[in-house]
């Protein structure tokens, strides 16, 4: 942390996204147990337009739904069972809203990195809902983290509220990703896939002003080198073998903790 970059240097994934259900309140809550005070988590829109946290553009994989989630009212997807495909302790976990999350986060003094997520053609509008959210949620506190590999949800919420940080989501160096986070986005930062960052793409940029981040890091070593090219962020899964007390650092624990 410093003044300029408020945030965790560690970053749990969908919450603690693997051990518990991902994207529920499960997962904030053990990641919280084992330390971690910034998560990441992946938001879209309901049919009614309510902010909520799922991952996939469909509802078979995390939920007892089936089909498109954007197909479904928030009062649909709230009866869901988020939990059971994970495992039977967690069976009735229901789906999250964002104002749930924002809420808990405030009990918690967790910091967040909202995933912008829309389902397709729902770019514009998903962003624009989820910074107008944000900054209604976290009014008074230090805001969320937004980001998207949408250039289109950015820019939407940059529109709809600007002074919420926003970061540029890569998975491939595509054309132009760097004038496009520091122009027209005006991102703070870059959230780039850990194999895609070498010393060129950081020198990049670093050069440009924004903060590098990278997901999903599960790897000690991977962590290592990732730290050494000045990233100031890292999205791990790996919830029990990183300790995050140690900050910006890499630091295995000596034994597992319990859940
Ligand atoms: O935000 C980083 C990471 O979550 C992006 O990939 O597919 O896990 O949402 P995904
Ligand atoms: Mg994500």
Known sequence: MSADWPYPFWIAHRGAGKLAPENTAAAFHLGHRLGWRMAECDVKLSADGVPFLLHDDTLERTTSG?????????????RLDAGAWHSPAHAGQPLMALD??????????????????????????????????AQRLWAGRRPPLLSSFQPDALAAAREAAPDLPRA????????????AARGPLACVAMVAHAPLIDAAL???????????????????????????????????????????????AVVERAAPSPD
């Open 202 to 248: 950081a020198a990049q940029v670093h050069g440009a002003g924004l903060r590098l981040l990278a997901y999903t890091v599960n790897d000690a070593a991977q962590a290592r080198r990732l730290l050494e090219l000045g990233v100031s962020g890292l999205i791990s899964d790996e919830v029990r073998r990183f300790d995050p007390a140690a900050g910006a």
């Open 168 to 179: 540029l989501l890569i998975d491939t160096a595509w054309p132009g990703w760097l004038d």
């Open 66 to 78: 089936h089909g498109p989630a954007a197909a479904r009212s928030w009062a649909e997807l709230s």
């Open 100 to 133: 749930q999350l924002a809420a808990w986060s405030q009990e918690a003094a967790t910091e967040l990195n909202l995933e912008i997520k829309p389902c397709p053609g729902r770019e514009a509008e998903t962003g624009r809902v989820v910074a107008q959210a």
